[in-house]
């Protein structure tokens, strides 16, 4: 992924997102950062946010909070910056988020079928992401695969990578097997909607 100067007018793009997200969807990307890179790499995530306008601690995060959702897109346009995070890193990123998510873990606990949980999954959505509909279009238990649809979300490129590690990892926590996911149609690509197809056997 070709790294990107954060300039003004790019804050101002992400600001004017319209949206919010909880605060676990920016903690659970500082927190990879802080495992992979060490404390040193979180602290110059944290001065370049600050030095952008929108200073942002770690430890202050509120999980359960509500942010502008064009703070998401900023972490992650900070963290390509000083990191030079390529797609599969960003997906690495996502893959990780299941595992700290209070959502996710309370989710996962009530549904036994993975028919059931990823029926489920608009709804799991919302209780991260005030905007964008995620609607299940195919489910097929017998061929191992199913069919995502995000709509009315565009936030940036890096995300769509992310998301492909996030939800490809949930479909492995429920189903306890490894996923192919690709992303095939995006709206950065001139697509009218975001779709993900998950494969598993």
């Known amino acids: 992924m070709e790294e990107e100067k954060i300039t003004k007018e790019i804050v101002e793009k992400f600001m004017s997102i319209h949206g919010e997200a909880r605060g676990v ?5 500082w927190e990879f950062i802080l495992k992979k890179e060490g404390k040193e790499a979180l602290e110059k995530l944290e001065n370049r946010m600050a030095e952008l306008g929108y200073p ?8 359960m909070g509500f942010y502008p959702i064009g703070l998401d897109a900023l972490s992650m346009a900070v963290i390509s910056e ?6 599969q890193k960003f997906f690495e990123v996502g893959s990780t988020a299941p595992k700290f998510s209070i959502f996710l873990k309370v989710f996962l ?7 059931q949980a ?19 279009t195919e489910f097929n238990e017998e061929k191992g695969y199913t069919v995502l649809r995000l709509e009315n979300f565009k936030l940036s490129k890096i995300h ?21 996911t690709e992303e095939r149609k995006c709206v950065f690509s001139g697509d009218s909607y975001h779709e993900y197809f998950l494969r598993w056997k």
């Open 25 to 29: 969807t920016i903690k659970v990307d």
């Open 56 to 63: 942002l601690k770690f430890e202050e995060i509120e999980t």
């Open 82 to 87: 000083i990191f030079n995070y390529d797609e």
């Open 109 to 115: 606990k009530y549904f036994i079928s993975p028919e």
């Open 118 to 136: 990823i029926q489920e999954a608009s709804k799991m959505w919302r209780q991260h992401y005030s905007v964008g509909d995620l609607i299940v």
């Open 160 to 180: 769509c990578y992310n998301l492909l590690g996030y939800f490809s990892k949930i479909l492995e926590m429920i189903i306890n097997t490894k996923v192919f």
